[in-house]
């Protein structure tokens, strides 16, 4: 018997699943059918997940760009490459992987940055419309992207990008469909890099789904906020979202730089918030030359627990507005670099 398919969470709805499983294909258990993809607003690297998944005024993130496309113009960095994957609940796996690269001109700089994600859910029975078993399917789905930043003076970057949208039930019930979505994002910073900010739509586009139905994509605002006070030894973010289909939720956290390559941090995420702790986030940071590496750790109650796991290899210098900063603070003898302590 063929079944149909409404939306990839409306079609979800033809199985024979656990509540539990619903909730992987729903990324955080938004609400059914009310918008498709939903696997977009969840963040793919360790970073900005440790932090209460903030990450749109953090533009030293290897994954800067899919938090907002205004943020590789300002990075330090000059060229950065990154890979994360995921053990999401129930066994769902998430790959992403994405490369910013900063060009300086004698009026700011360009930056681009190019992405890739993917994610597979274990396999699952599905049924007839009386319940008899009539094999098993998986959900598959697929992102590719690319943006564009141009950063003018020293503190002010604007972006967009565009990204493919490939998601899709393989086995019994084979569903599949494609779409096209853009993000757009501001960013700014001032204090000598004490504090920045950020503002980013996502995922606006047409409607989208699974064949012939469709549903709204999972449009997002996010406005985020970083300080780094002091010598900037520690981080703060707080970040607000408002999702299509969702009420707003607000996330953030610290971050502890305890050694010139460690840091430690923590974080409560609003979207993720529920019994048995979950919500609350955690993860760490090691540094070692070019190269970071991040985990995370976040539980979900009693549907488990998601890890993270990212590196990053980064290569250049930082843009010319902190190295101005940091050449006039050496000068004034403010800066002992037999002894930083202002790690990413």
């Known amino acids: 018997m063929k079944t149909t398919t409404r939306g990839w969470m409306s079609g979800i709805k033809q199985f024979t699943i656990t509540t539990a499983a619903l909730t992987i294909l729903a990324g955080f258990g938004f609400a059914a059918g009310t918008t498709t993809a939903d696997f977009l607003k969840v963040s793919p690297d360790s970073r900005s997940a440790a932090l209460g998944q903030t990450g749109a005024a ?35 796996q998430v790959s992403h992987y994405e490369g910013n690269f900063r060009k300086e001109d004698r009026d700011g700089a360009w930056g681009m940055a190019v992405s890739v994600s993917q994610w597979n859910t274990p396999s699952f029975d599905t ?47 084979s569903a599949s469909g494609q779409a096209l979505a853009w993000d757009a994002g501001v960013f700014t910073r001032g204090g000598e890099g004490r504090w920045n900010v950020g503002l980013v739509l996502q995922n606006a586009g047409a409607a989208a789904g699974l064949d012939n139905a469709k549903d709204p994509l999972p449009t997002t605002v996010r406005a985020g906020v970083e300080l780094r006070p002091g010598e900037k030894q520690f981080s703060w973010n707080f970040e607000t979202a408002q999702a299509r289909g969702s009420k707003m939720a607000f996330g953030g956290g610290l971050g502890f730089s305890a050694l010139s390559c460690l840091t430690i941090r923590a974080g409560y995420d609003g979207m993720a918030a529920g019994p048995n702790f979950a919500g609350i986030t955690s993860g760490l940071g090691i540094v070692i030359r070019n190269f970071s590496l991040d985990y995370s750790f976040a539980p979900f109650g009693e549907l488990g627990n998601v890890q993270r796991i990212s590196v990053t290899w980064a290569y250049g210098g930082t843009p010319r507005t902190e190295a101005k900063r940091v050449r006039g603070a050496a000068r004034a003898g403010e800066i002992n670099f037999s002894n930083r302590r202002f790690q990413r």
Not at 73 to 85: F, I, L, P, R, T
Not at 134 to 158: D, I, M, P
Request: glycine share 14%; no cysteine; proline share 4%.
């Open 127 to 173: 049924t007839d419309n009386l319940g008899n078993v009539t094999g098993r399917s998986a959900y598959k789905a697929q992102t590719a992207g690319v943006s564009l930043s141009r950063a003018w003076g020293e503190n002010f970057s604007v972006g967009g990008g565009v990204k493919q949208i490939s998601q899709g039930f393989v086995g019994q019930a």
């Open 58 to 92: 953090d533009p030293d993130n290897g994954f800067a760009a899919f938090h907002n496309p205004a943020l590789p113009a300002a990075a330090k960095a000059k060229v950065s490459v990154s890979a994360g994957q995921t053990q999401w609940i129930l066994g769902t």
